[in-house]
Nanobody
Framework: QVQLVESGGGLVQAGSSLRLSCVVS????????MGWFRQAPGKEREFVGA????????YYTDSVKGRFTISRDNAKNTAFLQMSSLKSEDTAVYYC?????????????????WGQGTQVTVSS
């Protein structure tokens, strides 16, 4: 059974950087597109960005473009979300997800496996 475990969340000040990690077990991460979502209190889960299963392409929601970077290390079965210039509106629980979809998945329904989430809080 595929399991995803996120780490790296925490409390930071606005303008700071943070890197989240997502370790895949029970499967090979190179078989999946890897995505990141976030959910703030009272809001729906929101797509942040993803890297295709080939690793050739990354894509992001507009609000994080130029500030967030997704990467993957298939040798370590790990995906990363590097966040910089953090803003208070980035505060949310961040979820890692894996998709068997061979295109560019962006919606919750296109992802098959999910982590438990890690809290990111940005103070202004």
């Amino acid at each position: 059974q595929v399991q995803l475990v996120e780490s790296g969340g925490g409390l930071v000040q606005a303008g700071s950087s943070l890197r989240l990690s997502c370790v895949v077990s029970g499967g090979t991460s190179s078989n999946y597109a890897m995505g990141w979502f976030r959910q703030a209190p009272g809001k729906e889960r929101e797509f942040v960005g993803a890297v295709t299963w080939t690793g050739a392409n990354t894509y992001y929601t507009d609000s994080v473009k130029g500030r967030f970077t997704i990467s993957r290390d298939n040798a370590k079965n790990t995906a990363f979300l590097q966040m910089s210039s953090l803003k208070s509106e980035d505060t949310a629980v961040y979820y890692c997800a894996a998709s068997t979809y061979k295109g560019s998945p962006t919606i919750v329904a296109e992802f098959d496996f999910w982590g438990q989430g890690t809290q990111v809080t940005v103070s202004s």
